[in-house]
């Protein structure tokens, strides 16, 4: 069934269509690069909890309006599992262990990390999707994971320690890929704003015992603090994860996957320049590393 409809959808792929979607794939990737380098400026001051539910308010509230703008309605009951799960990992879980993270490493150290996610969705809608599971995908996972070790050992050489940024960059990633896979069957039967404005309403609520600490916080923050949350709200979370479910509509959910590589050595870059953060020397032949297993994921199935 996956197959015959990943069959139509190709047939029905136009050259517009293509155009469209590799935009919004870009989109979503340099956005979800720049969050990076909001999160970690960001939360010098909020707690991982506080910064999560704030993105999420703004985010939230955001693609409500545009929601009742269009007058869309709430998704059916055939997608709310999917979406339910997708809010709950993803939104939810996935920003708090990335928030978490980057209170323990640099911005593109943990984006380089969570660049193993592709690989993770590939061996996820393998099992799940009954997608197989390629000499090549194994590969590209083997040397990925070895990459993220490199990048482990090189943040403890630089005084990071083992404290747990590492491991929770690699959960984060992981809760990534399941909210990937169990957002691509809700699209069959939710619009991509649906899906978007109720898993971030989801994982909204699931971060909603933070809020305490968040009206505690804000009141003692800088503008700039605010500043980025709202950002983070905006553009990374409302028009970002919009973008790539629109994307994610149209294109097999491994392959769109597999674009989110580049946002690593766009964090790096903006963190460089904005942050003036660099990783250390080691965790650039580990990021390649895992750009590298990627792409052996990627290759043509034999």
Same mark, same amino acid.
């Given at each position: 069934?996956?197959?015959?409809?990943?069959?139509?959808?190709?047939?029905?792929?136009?050259?517009?269509?293509?155009?469209?979607?590799?935009?919004?794939?870009?989109?979503?990737?340099?956005?979800?690069?720049?969050?990076?380098?909001? /999160?970690?400026?960001?939360?010098?001051?909020?707690?991982?909890?506080?910064?999560?539910?704030?993105? *999420?308010?703004?985010?939230?509230?955001? *693609?409500?309006?545009?929601?009742?703008?269009?007058?869309?309605?709430?998704?059916?009951?055939?997608?709310?599992?999917?979406?339910? *799960?997708?809010?709950?990992?993803?939104?939810?879980?996935?920003?708090? !262990? *990335?928030?978490?993270?980057?209170?323990?490493?640099?911005?593109?150290?943990?984006? #380089? /990390?969570?660049?193993?996610?592709?690989?993770?969705?590939?061996?996820?809608?393998?099992?799940?999707?009954?997608?197989?599971?390629?000499?090549?995908?194994?590969?590209?996972?083997?040397?990925?994971?070895?990459?993220?070790?490199?990048?482990?050992?090189?943040?403890?050489?630089?005084?990071?320690?083992?404290?747990?940024?590492?491991?929770?960059?690699?959960?984060?990633?992981?809760?990534?890929? !399941?909210?990937?896979? !169990?957002?691509?069957?809700?699209?069959?039967?939710?619009?991509?704003?649906?899906?978007?404005?109720?898993?971030?309403?989801?994982?909204?609520?699931?971060?909603?015992? $933070?809020?305490?600490?968040?009206?505690?916080?804000?009141?003692?923050?800088?503008?700039?603090?605010?500043?980025?949350?709202?950002?983070?709200?905006? #553009?990374?979370?409302?028009?970002? $994860?919009?973008?790539?479910?629109?994307? &994610?509509?149209? #294109?097999?959910?491994?392959?769109?996957?597999?674009?989110?590589?580049?946002?690593?050595? /766009?964090?790096?870059?903006?963190?460089?320049?904005?942050?003036?953060?660099?990783?250390?020397?080691?965790?650039?032949?580990?990021? !390649? &590393?895992?750009?590298?297993?990627?792409?052996?994921?990627? #290759?043509?199935?034999?």
């Amino acid at each position: 069934m996956i197959a015959a409809t990943t069959s139509r959808l190709r047939a029905a792929f136009r050259p517009a269509d293509r155009v469209l979607v590799v935009a919004a794939a870009g989109i979503t990737v340099t956005l979800w690069a720049s969050a990076f380098v909001g /999160i970690r400026s960001a939360g010098r001051e909020l707690s991982p909890g506080a910064l999560a539910l704030g993105r *999420l308010l703004v985010g939230s509230t955001a *693609l409500g309006l545009v929601m009742l703008v269009r007058r869309e309605r709430v998704p059916s009951r055939g997608a709310v599992l999917g979406i339910a *799960l997708s809010g709950a990992f993803w939104f939810g879980g996935y920003m708090l !262990a *990335l928030n978490e993270s980057e209170r323990r490493v640099d911005a593109g150290t943990a984006a #380089m /990390i969570v660049g193993v996610g592709p690989i993770l969705i590939a061996l996820l809608a393998g099992v799940i999707l009954k997608e197989g599971l390629p000499k090549m995908l194994l590969a590209g996972c083997a040397v990925a994971f070895a990459g993220a070790a490199l990048i482990g050992y090189a943040t403890a050489r630089h005084g990071v320690g083992l404290n747990g940024g590492v491991a929770l960059a690699l959960l984060a990633a992981c809760l990534y890929a !399941a909210g990937v896979v !169990a957002q691509k069957p809700a699209l069959r039967d939710a619009s991509p704003l649906q899906v978007t404005w109720l898993g971030c309403t989801v994982g909204m609520l699931v971060c909603l015992p $933070f809020l305490p600490t968040l009206m505690h916080q804000v009141g003692d923050a800088s503008g700039s603090a605010i500043g980025w949350t709202i950002y983070l709200g905006v #553009m990374p979370t409302a028009v970002a $994860f919009l973008t790539w479910t629109y994307a &994610l509509a149209r #294109m097999p959910a491994g392959r769109l996957g597999a674009t989110t590589y580049l946002a690593p050595p /766009i964090a790096v870059v903006l963190a460089w320049l904005i942050l003036g953060e660099v990783p250390p020397a080691l965790a650039i032949p580990g990021g !390649a &590393l895992c750009l590298l297993g990627v792409a052996l994921s990627r #290759m043509r199935r034999a």
